[in-house]
T-cell receptor, first 113, second 113 residues
Framework: KAGVTQTPRYLIKTRGQQVTLSCSPI?????VSWYQQTPGQGLQFLFE???????NKGNFPGRFSGRQFSNSRSEMNVSTLELGDSALYLC????????????FGPGTRLLVL | GENVEQHPSTLSVQEGDSAVIKCTYS??????FPWYKQELGKRPQLIID?????GEKKDQRIAVTLNKTAKHFSLHITETQPEDSAVYFCAASETSGTYKYIFGTGTRLKVLA
């Protein structure tokens, strides 16, 4: 079974631009969570989607948003990029909402100049 | 808010020695505690997990112990090998019906040959 995939793997943007990242979960998995990973802050939870609905949200500004499609694929969008948004963005999928085991994708490394 | 403290931030051990990483959580209702290993440039991989109704779990050279009263859990790696070198993250589930995970800030383990 194929693992979690994320596209693109690397991205360079400038301040003020917006970006959309994509995550395809493991086949059959319906829950997708997004995390921001930075060297000093570790893994910070952004949001979780299940059945096209956002079930949970972390403490990030409204510039960070996401959505999930009927095939469970998920996208996250960051508008008005800031230098501090440079990070590795990881998504993780799990079989169902509330099913604990999460499997991570390889991440998208975003650099904001 | 809820948080997970992880110590130490870096750990160097000689090959063959044991390594112990400790985490403390604040949400007394947390009931699921996974550990992830992240090698350089790779995605976090689940290596072991434990639920609150169990005090200890072992998988070959890896073990996790949980003390619910003290709200801390630990990862034990015995007979360390160079391939154990990685960053290890602990996490605790937040259980207000949202199934969100709070991650520790990570421990960089170096196994010296």
């Amino acid at each position: 079974k194929a693992g979690v995939t994320q596209t693109p793997r690397y991205l360079i943007k400038t301040r003020g631009q917006q970006v959309t990242l994509s995550c395809s979960p493991i086949s059959g998995h319906r829950s997708v969570s997004w995390y921001q990973q930075t060297p000093g802050q570790g893994l910070q939870f952004l949001f979780e989607y299940f059945s096209e609905t956002q079930r949970n949200k972390g403490n990030f500004p409204g510039r960070f948003s996401g959505r999930q499609f009927s095939n469970s694929r998920s996208e996250m969008n960051v508008s008005t990029l800031e230098l501090g948004d440079s990070a590795l963005y990881l998504c993780a999928s799990s079989l169902d909402w509330g099913r604990e085991t999460q499997y991570f994708g390889p991440g998208t490394r975003l650099l904001v100049l | 808010g809820e948080n997970v403290e992880q110590h130490p931030s870096t750990l160097s051990v000689q090959e063959g020695d044991s390594a112990v990483i400790k985490c403390t959580y604040s949400d007394s209702a947390s009931n699921y505690f996974p550990w992830y290993k992240q090698e350089l440039g790779k995605r976090p991989q689940l290596i072991i997990d434990i639920r609150s109704n169990v005090g200890e779990k072992k998988d070959q050279r890896i073990a996790v112990t949980l003390n619910k009263t003290a709200k801390h859990f630990s990862l034990h790696i015995t007979e360390t090998q160079p391939e154990d070198s990685a960053v290890y993250f602990c996490a605790a589930s937040e259980t207000s019906g949202t199934y969100k995970y709070i991650f520790g800030t990570g421990t960089r383990l170096k196994v010296l040959a």
